[in-house]
Every structure is written in C-alpha cells, then in structure tokens.
C-alpha cells in the first residue's frame, strides 16, 4: 500500500532562461516582473490581461505583471522595461516575494475507511502553516479504487488531474509542484512581511463537514523551523515514513496506527 510519490512533468516552475533571438522550445514564454517564466501557448490577448493554457490550467495574468512575451515563432514582445512606467516616470521597484519550497521525500500518506460507514468528501489535504496560521494546502479528492475489498481509500498524491493547490493566506501565491526522481517541491511565494524567524508547520488532514463547512482534521503532523529572507529562498525537506499504518478493517472502520506514520522537517 505505501506508494511512492509519483512523478510529473515540471514545466511551470524554473522554466530556465529565455532569449529574444531563439525560439522558445515549448511554445510561447511569458516572463513575469518577478522574473519567472511561464511557458505554454498564447490563446488571448485583452487590453489588460493575457491567457496562457499550460499543462497545468489555463492561466489569466493582468499585463501589469508581465515584462514581455517571446512567441513560439521568435518574435519577442515588450509590455514594460524595469527602468521606466509606460508614461515616462521612473519605475517604482516592486519587493521580490518571499520563496519558501517545500520538498516532499519518503512514503505517500493514504487514509482508508469501511465502505459502509466512508465520509461523504474522502478528501485528504497537506497544509503548510506559520505560526499556526494556515498559508497555503494541496488537496487530493481522487479515490483509489480496488486497493482494499470493502474499503474506501485515498492514497495522497501530487498528480495534476488530482491535486487542488490553494492559498489560504492573503498576498500567498502557490506554484504548481516540481519533480525530480525521489522527490517533489512544492514552492509558495508570501509576502515580504512574513520575513523573519517562523514555526514552521505541517499536517496531513481528512475532511469532514459540519453543517454547509467543511472541516479538517489533523491526522499527522510536524513542526519544524523556517528564516524566510528576501535573498535567498528557504528550502525545508519533509521526509515521511509510513511506519505501521494499517487498516483495521469492518469493526472498527478506521486507520490503525496511522499516528505511527512519521514525518521530519529539517532545512537544508
């Protein structure tokens, strides 16, 4: 049952440098004023916004955010220079966001109940907290048929045809996850008012409902440290283990041991 993290393609994140005499490799680039890059393919262009579909989803970015678009065939656009407004004034530099990554190593977590009593959203979630406030969570809804007879199961994972990625706190962006053999990184970007010494929290968590609000709860987790500085990125490993986690079958209709399901940050 301890399936290991599967792996996707990482197109979004880091897409590398792009230059204005060669076309670009994987269709159109649009390089954003925090200097990232997000290739796909170009399929409107508003007064003020532009959409991109990438692997990932179709993306809606206003043209305030863009520095310039280079076209699949070559041909690079310019929307704004670091150096000057489009009415002359020089620019005001706008604050690089925070970059804190998260790379995820070990087991995947997975969660099984008795068909006959399962919870109506069999949801599993990974939250990201700072000091207990929650910034940013990857929620997996998909079902794993047939794994267990008899049972409802959900083994966590980071597919994009699963995975709902979300902010939770005002001004956090979330990346779409990047993978390399053995390990994914999930990157948020926050504000640069979160600078400074963090408790760094993670938990995996089961959804319920109470009334018309979903709710969470913890069934495993860690705290750990984070020092977010504008110059460099913070980069925390979560490494997991699966320990003993089983399934306790039709009397008890629940995990068993799930609490032996380890998990460790550390900064690398």
Do not use: C
């Not at 690089?96 to 599993?124: C, E, H, M, N, T």
């Not at 990157?187 to 319920?208: F, I, N």
């Amino acid at each position: 049952m301890m399936r290991r993290l599967r792996l996707i393609a990482l197109v979004l994140w880091g897409f590398g440098a792009a230059t204005a005499t060669a076309a670009p490799p994987h269709g159109d680039v649009v390089q954003l004023v925090t200097g990232d890059r997000i290739s796909g393919k170009i399929i409107a262009r508003g007064t003020k916004r532009v959409r991109i579909q990438t692997p990932y989803g179709l993306l809606v970015i206003p043209k305030s955010e863009i520095v310039r678009i280079l076209g699949a065939d070559g041909v690079e656009e310019l929307l704004a220079t670091p150096s000057e407004e489009p009415d002359g004034k020089p620019a005001v530099a706008l604050p690089l966001p925070l970059k804190l990554s998260l790379v995820v190593k070990g087991a995947s977590f997975w969660q099984a109940w008795d068909s006959r009593a399962a919870p109506a959203d069999p949801s599993i979630r990974l939250v990201l907290r700072l000091d207990e406030v929650e910034i940013a969570a990857w929620s997996d809804a998909a079902l794993d048929e047939g794994e267990i007879k008899g049972a409802v199961v959900n083994a966590f994972s980071f597919e994009p045809g699963s995975l709902d990625a979300r902010a939770l706190a005002d001004g956090v962006r979330v990346r779409p996850p990047a993978t390399s053999p053995g390990r994914i990184v999930l990157h948020v970007e926050l504000p640069t008012t979160w600078a400074g010494s963090h408790r760094l929290g993670v938990a995996y968590q089961s959804s319920g409902t109470s009334g018309e609000t979903k709710a969470w709860r913890d069934l495993a987790w860690t705290v750990g440290h984070a020092e977010l500085t504008p110059e460099t990125a913070t980069v925390v490993t979560l490494s997991q283990d699966g320990g003993t986690m089983e399934y306790s079958g039709f009397t008890k209709k629940r995990m068993k041991n799930v609490e032996t399901f380890r998990l460790d940050l550390h900064t690398e």
